[in-house]
């Protein structure tokens, strides 16, 4: 019943949330950007803007950069993080980004960008004339009796675990996560659509499987869940708000990794075999090295358990 963080694995639910507007023609998968987005005052500053569409960045290919990684943002964040109420809302994470060149032309390659789906958040919810932590709860999360997924849009987080990181770490952040039992020492709010939720590792794994089996909502949806652009030739590419590997010892694996300071994820469904799994880590430091290890052993123990299921 631990919870943590999920970090950008929210994104999966942000990619649900377009598919299912999309299938109530509240909007287009073809729709550009600036139809939803042109008349708010930085519009004409924003990478690409006059010619991205909604599925670019679905699949990260908009050409825009992340604000995580500018040093305007790491900065902010050190000097904000302890204030009261949100320190850096939707579309303050914008303004990291605004006035910088594009990374590549609309749709020609992939490049992660968080400030993407900020963008896709600012877009439901014009579509749906409503919030999109609200839209979620009605579509997915209540439905799906997911009662152990909740929005990460406060610093008290009820069943929250203590998540640590280092204590040189360029945001300035406390190196542990939380000074009181279910209390962030900083807000998470200001993630929102760029992850936004904390959960336990079953909830994810239900989401997981409901997702991918087709399951979370009524309609056909999978073809446009996993339309996808490569991202490493012959390994994996990404669809919305999905990653997908074809080619792995258990057959295709579909899902998303998750890091943000003090937690590391991971959630995957492997299709041959209707199998999911989330692990959850309450640590982000040496996250690379620590969570490429962890999958491969996630990989053996789904592999033996299949194994005696199978006997």
Avoid: C
Wanted: proline share 7%; aromatic share 10%; charged share 20%.
């Amino acid at each position: 019943e631990s919870r943590m963080l999920a970090a950008s694995i929210g994104k999966t639910f942000v990619g649900a949330e377009v598919l299912a507007l999309a299938q109530e023609g509240k909007l287009g998968l073809d729709d550009a950007v600036s139809r939803w987005l042109g008349d708010r005052p930085w519009y004409a500053r924003l990478p690409n803007g006059g010619d991205i569409t909604v599925p670019q960045l679905l699949t990260h290919t908009a050409g825009l950069p992340d604000h995580v990684y500018q040093e305007a943002f790491a900065t902010a964040l050190s000097q904000r993080w302890q204030a009261t109420g949100n320190p850096l809302p939707p579309e303050a994470l914008v303004e990291f980004i605004l006035d910088k060149e594009p990374l590549n032309e609309p749709g020609e390659s992939f490049h992660y960008s968080d400030t993407g789906y900020i963008l896709l958040g600012l877009i439901i919810e014009e579509a749906a004339d409503g919030s999109f932590y609200q839209e979620v709860d009605r579509r997915f999360l209540g439905p799906l009796n997911l009662d152990q997924i909740t929005p990460s849009n406060r610093r008290e987080l009820e069943g929250l675990a203590a998540g640590y990181t280092a204590v040189d770490n360029p945001l300035g952040l406390p190196p542990k996560t939380t000074p009181a039992p279910g209390v962030m020492a900083w807000n998470p709010a200001l993630e929102w659509t760029g992850g936004g939720f904390v959960s336990s590792s079953r909830d994810l794994a239900r989401w997981a499987k409901a997702l991918y089996e087709g399951k979370a909502m009524e309609g056909d949806y999978l073809g446009e869940l996993f339309r996808t652009v490569p991202v490493v030739a012959g390994k994996m590419s990404y669809g919305a708000g999905v990653g997908v590997y074809e080619d792995t010892p258990l057959g295709p694996v579909y899902g998303h990794g998750g890091r943000i300071p003090g937690y590391i994820w991971s959630m995957r469904y492997y299709s041959d075999h209707r199998f999911a799994v989330a692990f959850q880590v309450n640590t982000d430091i040496d996250a690379d090295k620590f969570a490429e290890a962890v999958q491969d052993r996630l990989a053996m123990l789904v592999a033996e358990s299949l194994k005696r299921s199978d006997e």
